[in-house]
């Protein structure tokens, strides 16, 4: 493999690897704040709140996210926003989080009997007390296990940043390749990397899952 040896390529690859970790997080974190606000908007009573949370998940479920980060990347300096590679994989990724996560935080709000509703308001909560202090409480644990699986989803979803400039592992696989001009053994260690990353938060999301059923048939 010319001047690099597989240990090299390998740690490279790792050292690679902490940038899909961290744009993974921060998109996941900062989509799970912006999802939380969203959901408030769709199970709010009124309707307005609701249709343009709609529009909003429909827009960025209904169009591919490396379309998406074009947009961004290439979009915004054509109105005189400079955006670097990281920003833009950031902002978008977040955005694009956020939609997921309200859509599956929204069926898990409605899955809580609507009852609960009905007895909230009897003790005299205003609807942000009702979500708070009854509704939020129970829906998250509905919640944990798709959105532990849906975290898989969103560390798969960086390799298409690479397509904009941004350094991840896929990029780095990419460089490394037309460096060393050995795709299948990088790409392979590429793969093996995403899947180390991956198994853990798929395996942790069917213990959760299995948990939570068990749990209702107690």
């Known amino acids: 493999m010319g001047d690099f040896s597989m240990w090299d390529i390998a740690r490279n690859l790792l050292l690679a690897s902490r940038w899909t970790v961290l744009l993974s997080a921060i998109?996941?974190?900062?989509g799970g704040g912006v999802g939380v606000v969203l959901l408030a908007m769709r199970v709010a009573p009124l309707a307005w709140p609701r249709r343009l949370v709609v529009l909003y998940?429909?827009?960025?479920?209904?169009?591919?996210?490396?379309?998406q980060l074009f947009l961004a990347f290439f979009g915004l300096p054509l109105l005189g926003v400079e955006i670097s590679p990281?920003?833009?994989?950031?902002?978008?990724?977040?955005?694009?989080?956020?939609?997921?996560l309200v859509d599956i935080w929204r069926g898990c709000v409605e899955a809580v009997p609507r009852g609960q509703w009905?007895?909230?308001?009897?003790?005299?909560m205003n609807y942000a007390q009702q979500l708070r202090y009854v509704i939020w409480p129970q829906a998250f644990k509905i919640a944990v296990p798709p959105t532990v699986?849906?975290?898989v989803q969103v560390v798969k979803s960086t390799a298409l940043?690479?397509?904009i400039g941004f350094t991840e592992l896929t990029k780095?696989?990419?460089?490394?390749?037309?460096?060393v001009f050995r795709p299948f053994p990088i790409f392979a260690m590429v793969a093996l990397i995403y899947f180390a990353m991956c198994f853990p938060l798929t395996w942790y999301?069917?213990?959760l899952e299995r948990r939570h059923r068990l749990g209702r048939h107690r």
Do not use: D, K
Request: proline share 2%; glycine share 10%.
């Open 27 to 30: 998109a996941f974190v900062c």
């Open 118 to 124: 009905g007895a909230a308001a009897s003790l005299g």
């Open 161 to 163: 940043a690479s397509i």
């Open 57 to 67: 998940v429909e827009l960025f479920q209904g169009t591919p996210l490396l379309m």
């Open 205 to 207: 999301a069917r213990v």
């Open 86 to 100: 990281w920003a833009a994989a950031t902002v978008t990724l977040t955005l694009y989080t956020s939609a997921y």
């Open 172 to 179: 780095a696989g990419t460089v490394i390749t037309n460096a």
């Open 149 to 151: 699986g849906f975290l």
